[in-house]
């Protein structure tokens, strides 16, 4: 079965500077989809950013990158230029083959003014 | 499009006491989930649906059961509520389209079981 692993409970940053939010995994697919989901105080779950396991090249969006290195089963997440309003959890997440997702238990991030 | 809406927002149960958590999606996706988040911790599925009439069990199924007569909804249903099933419950669902992984989340239920 596959396990989705978040070693950092917690993690602190300043405002403007750069974080990273490790996420490992175990898995015997060769396909699957990761991903970083935003949790804020409002408990609506948000989508950070998606990586397809195919794809070689990490994805982008904006101030929020992956590295995604497939063979170390590995997928972090880094935050640049950050601000007050990324502070909340964030859950790595595996999507299988079987159409089931599972969630890694979260990392708080707290950003400091 | 509303997108996934959840009914109730909050509830308070007695042990024992049965209730359905309605959950319904505007936006013809295939793939519907549920799942509980107890305090400081992830999601953990519960139930999930691929389909109208297509259900299977997550990794905690115990404890409640789901139907999925249509697409648009899929209700997840507590039986003889415990304390143990104190959580906040999300239902998420997925186009399943190539590429279209992304899970959109309904705003959550917070059910207290005492």
């Known amino acids: 079965a596959q396990t989705v692993t978040q070693s950092q409970p917690e993690m602190s940053v300043q405002e403007a500077e750069t974080v990273t939010l490790s996420c490992t995994y175990d898995?015997?697919?060769?396909?699957?989809?990761l991903f970083w989901y935003k949790q804020p105080p409002s408990r609506q779950m948000i989508l950070v950013i998606r990586q397809e396991a195919y794809k070689q090249q990490n994805a982008t969006e904006n101030r929020f990158s992956v590295n995604f290195q497939k063979a170390a089963k590995s997928f972090s997440l880094k935050i640049s230029d950050s601000q007050l309003g990324d502070a909340a959890m964030y859950f790595c997440?595996?999507?299988?083959?079987?159409?089931?997702?599972?969630f890694g238990t979260g990392t708080r991030l707290k950003v400091l003014a | 499009n509303a997108g996934v809406t959840q009914t109730p927002k909050f509830r308070i149960l007695k042990i024992g006491q049965s209730m359905t958590l309605q959950c319904a999606q505007d936006?013809?996706?295939?793939?519907m989930y549920w799942y509980r988040q107890d305090p400081g911790m992830g999601l953990k599925l519960i139930y999930y649906?691929?389909?109208?009439?297509?259900?299977d069990k997550g990794e905690v199924p115990n404890g409640y059961n789901v139907s999925r007569s249509t697409t648009e909804d899929f209700p997840l249903r507590l039986e003889l509520a415990a304390p143990s099933q104190t959580s906040v419950y999300f239902c998420a669902s997925t186009p399943g389209l190539a590429g279209e992984w992304e899970q959109y989340f309904g705003p959550g239920t917070r059910l207290t079981v005492t």
């Open positions: 936006m013809n996706h295939n793939y």
């Open positions: 649906s691929v389909g109208a009439g297509i259900t």
């Open positions: 997440a595996y999507l299988s083959g079987t159409y089931k997702y599972i």
């Open positions: 898995t015997s697919e060769s396909d699957y989809y």
